[in-house]
């Protein structure tokens, strides 16, 4: 099994720095041409699948990466991007409801950051995005399988968990930029990172 896990395009909220989560955010004209992009640099690899979580950013990304092709795309919730409760709309930046560490905890140390009212903690997200691969693992039709995964910044970091010892250092470097892609070879229900934030479209794009 190989996995391709995208994240999705740019949306407004992505630029004005905001706490999307689990919000319908629709990609912006950016976030529209890089995944279109995306899927030019990816035509020539095979896919048998696609899952993407519900909201539809994610699906509007595969949906271009994917484009021209006539391949199943399913949704599943356990890949929808954290959510952030009551705080989905502040900007990370300049918020007076955030707390004043909240952007240091988040970015700097994510297991002990305040979880939002009526929102996830990130041990959340790891539990249930571990739960959706080990699905996949188990899944013996996807064995062999080609699966782009569209999905979140978030999201994406604690599906990638999986995949090293350290389960603390959940960012690796940062937020994955949209539309990059971390490329998983799975074997025996071990997986391993081939590369990591790969980029298919144009570094001046």
């Known amino acids: 099994m190989k996995l391709y896990i995208i994240r999705h395009g740019e949306t407004s909220w992505n ?40 909201l539809i950013r994610a699906k509007q990304t595969a949906e271009l990466v994917m484009a021209g092709r006539q391949l199943p795309m399913i949704t599943d919730k356990r890949i929808i991007e954290m959510s952030f409760g009551k705080w989905e709309g502040e900007c990370v930046n300049n918020s007076e409801v955030l707390p004043s560490d909240y952007k240091d905890k988040f ?19 790891l539990k249930r995005t571990a739960d959706f691969y080990q699905s996949l693992v188990h899944n013996k039709a996807y064995e062999n399988a080609a699966i782009l995964i569209s999905t979140h ?3 994406s970091r604690c599906l990638l968990a999986n995949f090293y010892e350290d389960k603390e250092d959940i960012w690796r470097g940062g937020v994955p930029k949209n539309c990059s892609v971390c490329i998983v070879d799975v074997k025996d229900g071990v997986g391993t990172v081939l590369e990591k934030d790969k980029v298919y479209y144009p570094k001046e794009a």
Not at 108 to 125: I, M, T, W
Request: charged share 30%; aromatic share 4%.
């Open 153 to 155: 910044g978030a999201a």
């Open 107 to 125: 970015y700097n140390d994510p297991l002990h950051c305040p979880k939002a009212p009526g929102g996830e903690s990130f041990q959340d997200v």
């Open 15 to 54: 630029k004005e720095k905001k706490l999307q989560g689990q919000r319908d955010i629709m990609l912006n004209e950016n976030g529209l041409r890089l995944a279109e992009l995306t899927g030019e640099g990816m035509k020539d690899i095979e896919f048998d699948l696609v899952i993407s979580s519900p």
